[in-house]
Each structure stands twice: as structure tokens, then as C-alpha cells.
């Protein structure tokens, strides 16, 4: 079986993606909030209410010092923010299929 064989639910090309987030997001906010080392678009899709102040680190930094708040920024709102973190390496596909 070739790769290119492989199900559209395979969101693995910038194309199948822009795609997909046109036509299926339907409540939520798409933006681009950066770039790739690879000069490509990173989209965040947001639902819900504003999240918290801005963090003024980034994950990796924060992970490491063990201070959260520092990426996430203050934890005073009184509900729960869940961000979901994919395609991290590009060469990792599973990771951007699965979220």
C-alpha cells in the first residue's frame, strides 16, 4: 500500500488542514498565532471565553524551571483552560492525526 493511499481523515498536508479547519469549525476562532521553523503557519482554534493573562515564557522554559504560570500566565480564572499541544516535531504525524 503507498503512503498516499491513506484515508483523508489523514490530516497530514498544510492543504488537507486549512481545509479541514475551514469547513468543519463551526463555534470556535481559527488564527495563526506564529510560524514554523519551516515557515509555516501554526493555527490555534480557541472555543469559549478569553483564557488567562499572557505567559511571558515559553512550555519547554517553563517545564524546566517547573513554574507553569510562566508559560500559562496567572491562574485566576475560575474555569478550566485545556490546550492540546501537536505536530511538535514535524516528522511525528501520529501526533498531529490523533488531536
Request: proline letters at 6%; a negative charge.
Amino acid at each position: 500500500m503507498r503512503c498516499s493511499a491513506a484515508g483523508r481523515f489523514w490530516l497530514s498536508t498544510l492543504d488537507h488542514l486549512e481545509e479541514y479547519l475551514e469547513s468543519e469549525v463551526k463555534l470556535g476562532s481559527i488564527s495563526c498565532i506564529g510560524q514554523s521553523a519551516g515557515q509555516r503557519p501554526i493555527f490555534a482554534v480557541t472555543y469559549g471565553l478569553p483564557g488567562r493573562e499572557p505567559g511571558t515564557t515559553n512550555f519547554a522554559a517553563a517545564t524546566g524551571a517547573r513554574c507553569m504560570e510562566a508559560h500559562y500566565g496567572s491562574p485566576t480564572v475560575p474555569y478550566p483552560i485545556l490546550l492540546i499541544v501537536c505536530g511538535t516535531h514535524g516528522a511525528e504525524m501520529e501526533g498531529v492525526v490523533a488531536a
